[in-house]
């Protein structure tokens, strides 16, 4: 069984389109994050939640929205799609938020490209 | 920006020889970890060092922390062709969940 999966792999819009990312552990970790991969391969956070709970919450605009209905996922919603939203979108699962001595188990990745 | 820096940015080297790349950072951390990231993959964690630590080993690899020059190097000895990835280097501030990682070493082993 994966332990982290993201879907979709691929996902190719029109600018000003609404999309959703989905992520799924099967870890049991209490704190999943979210984080962007630019061209350059800059990997910056975005969003952490712990136990459906907004923990972080970087200078993101807020035509993004993470929703977790439950600890084993975590959804990035993105409204209004911009070419600046371009990226490799990866989620991360972390047993213990990341204060201490856990690690991160990211997904494979979403890239997304807008048009 | 709060991103780490790494250099060298691309380092290209023979199977058998040794790479090391180094990390710097900029806040006081509770640890430091390293990350592989193959093309096309999301990254993959490789060692972990506690601030309290200055020289850690896990196989091939070897991670040293020096924290009053806020500072990391991962030696990778022996080097495969498999090694070929980017590696990234990640830290935890003090009483925050927030990993920040550094912009990342591009590593290629010729075969």
């Known amino acids: 069984d994966t332990a982290v999966s993201q879907t979709p792999k691929y996902l190719v819009t029109q600018m000003g389109n609404d999309k959703s990312i989905k992520c799924e552990q099967n870890?049991?970790?209490?704190?999943m994050y979210w984080y962007k991969q630019d061209s350059k391969k800059f990997l910056k956070i975005m969003f952490s939640?712990?136990?459906?709970?907004?923990?972080i919450n970087e200078t993101v605009p807020n035509r993004f929205s993470p929703k977790s209905p439950d600890k084993a996922h975590l959804n990035l919603h993105i409204n209004s799609l911009e070419l600046g939203d371009s990226a490799v979108y990866f989620c991360?699962?972390?047993?213990?938020?990341?204060?201490?001595?856990?690690?991160?188990?990211f997904g494979p990745g979403t890239r997304l490209t807008v048009l | 920006s709060q991103q780490g820096e790494e250099d060298p940015q691309a380092l290209s080297i023979q199977e058998g020889e040794n790479a090391t790349m180094n990390c710097s950072y900029k806040?006081?951390?509770?640890?430091l970890q390293w990350y592989r990231q193959n093309s096309g993959r999301g990254l993959v964690h490789l060692i972990l060092?506690?601030?309290?630590?200055r020289e850690k080993h896990s196989g091939r690899l070897r991670v040293t922390l020096d924290t009053s020059k806020k500072s990391s190097s991962l030696l990778i000895t022996a080097s495969r062709a498999a090694d070929t990835a980017s590696y990234f280097c990640a830290t935890v501030s003090s009483g925050t969940y927030k990993y920040i990682f550094g912009t990342g070493t591009r590593l290629k082993v010729l075969a």
């Open positions: 870890l049991g970790h209490d704190t």
């Open positions: 991360a699962p972390s047993l213990l938020g990341g204060g201490g001595t856990d690690t991160q188990y």
């Open positions: 060092i506690r601030s309290n630590e």
């Open positions: 806040t006081s951390i509770n640890n």
């Open positions: 939640y712990n136990n459906k709970e907004l923990i």
